[in-house]
């Protein structure tokens, strides 16, 4: 847990400190495809930037827009699991439906068709991620709110004439809060790798924002020209994040529900 959040807050400070100080490079077209060297540790990309500042922006923009749309899809899919569990009979069904058909349709592909609808945008890349994940979300909260239904404390609410809505905000949605906060968690890295996924591709945010997808869509040509680095280093940021995130999320999975660590020890 230490070194996955140590490492992690050593990304994001970098993240967010290396830019802010050294700022956007313009295009210096002397420097163009430099390999990594003391001046530049990284190396430097098709633009002649500093690639070591400019995989940090893109780290830090990538990180913004996985974590608002890990926040959106995260509150949605709780509205709709906690809704579906609590009311139960046809509203249950027609919104397991609904999930049942989103989960139909490939994420990825879903998600192109959102962005290509408004190329460039970045509320469009936020979005066309948070409408395609929130189902898991969804059918974890609903399951959670079953679960809660049968607690005796449940029982005795609806034995003192508590309204549907009254347990829903007191008893249900309080609860499943921590759950629903270790979902959002996990789908940080998930959207991380489908922002990069949509960038890579062309589709998602504007050239001119400095994302971890853009910065691997210019290396790919790079990379023929044996600037190898263009696409290492970034990768390497990448994978380092998503396991940082991934080992804080498995420690408070272990500690908001125990019920699962004695379950794989046996």
Do not use: C, K
């Given at each position: 847990m230490w070194?996955?959040?140590?490492?992690?807050?050593?990304?994001?400070?970098a993240?967010?400190?290396?830019?802010?100080?050294?700022g956007?490079?313009s295009?210096r077209?002397?420097?163009?495809r430099?390999?990594?060297?003391?001046?530049?540790?990284?190396g430097?990309?098709s633009?002649?930037?500093d690639l070591?500042?400019?995989?940090?922006a893109?780290?830090?923009?990538?990180?913004?827009v996985?974590?608002?749309?890990?926040?959106?899809?995260?509150?949605l899919?709780?509205l709709?699991?906690?809704?579906?569990?609590s009311?139960?009979?046809w509203?249950?069904?027609?919104l397991?439906?609904?999930?049942?058909?989103?989960n139909?349709?490939p994420?990825?592909?879903?998600g192109?068709?959102?962005?290509?609808?408004?190329?460039?945008?970045?509320?469009a890349v936020?979005?066309?991620i948070?409408?395609?994940?929130?189902?898991t979300?969804a059918r974890?909260?609903r399951?959670?709110?079953?679960?809660?239904?049968?607690?005796?404390h449940?029982?005795a609410?609806i034995?003192?004439?508590?309204?549907?809505?009254?347990?829903?905000?007191?008893?249900l949605l309080?609860?499943?809060?921590?759950q629903?906060?270790l979902?959002?968690?996990?789908?940080?890295?998930?959207?991380v790798?489908?922002e990069?996924?949509?960038?890579?591709?062309?589709?998602?945010l504007p050239?001119?924002?400095?994302?971890?997808?853009?910065i691997?869509?210019d290396?790919r040509?790079?990379?023929l020209?044996?600037?190898?680095?263009?696409v290492?280093f970034?990768?390497?940021?990448l994978?380092l994040?998503?396991?940082?995130?991934?080992g804080l999320?498995a420690?408070?999975r272990?500690?908001?529900?125990?019920?699962?660590?004695?379950?794989?020890?046996?």
């Amino acid at each position: 847990m230490w070194v996955s959040l140590g490492g992690l807050a050593l990304l994001v400070l970098a993240a967010i400190a290396v830019p802010a100080v050294f700022g956007s490079e313009s295009v210096r077209y002397d420097s163009i495809r430099l390999a990594p060297s003391p001046a530049h540790p990284f190396g430097t990309d098709s633009g002649g930037r500093d690639l070591f500042v400019q995989s940090l922006a893109g780290l830090r923009i990538s990180l913004l827009v996985a974590g608002i749309s890990a926040v959106v899809s995260t509150v949605l899919g709780s509205l709709v699991g906690a809704i579906a569990g609590s009311a139960g009979g046809w509203p249950d069904r027609l919104l397991m439906r609904l999930v049942d058909t989103v989960n139909s349709v490939p994420h990825l592909l879903l998600g192109i068709v959102i962005v290509a609808l408004y190329r460039g945008s970045l509320v469009a890349v936020i979005l066309s991620i948070a409408l395609t994940h929130w189902t898991t979300v969804a059918r974890i909260v609903r399951s959670e709110v079953l679960s809660l239904r049968q607690r005796p404390h449940i029982d005795a609410a609806i034995a003192g004439g508590s309204s549907r809505w009254r347990i829903l905000r007191r008893h249900l949605l309080p609860a499943i809060v921590p759950q629903a906060a270790l979902s959002a968690v996990l789908l940080v890295p998930h959207a991380v790798w489908h922002e990069t996924a949509l960038s890579f591709l062309g589709l998602g945010l504007p050239p001119h924002l400095a994302s971890i997808g853009n910065i691997l869509g210019d290396g790919r040509e790079a990379v023929l020209l044996g600037a190898w680095w263009i696409v290492l280093f970034p990768s390497v940021l990448l994978v380092l994040t998503t396991l940082a995130v991934s080992g804080l999320a498995a420690t408070w999975r272990d500690r908001v529900v125990p019920r699962r660590r004695s379950e794989l020890a046996l």
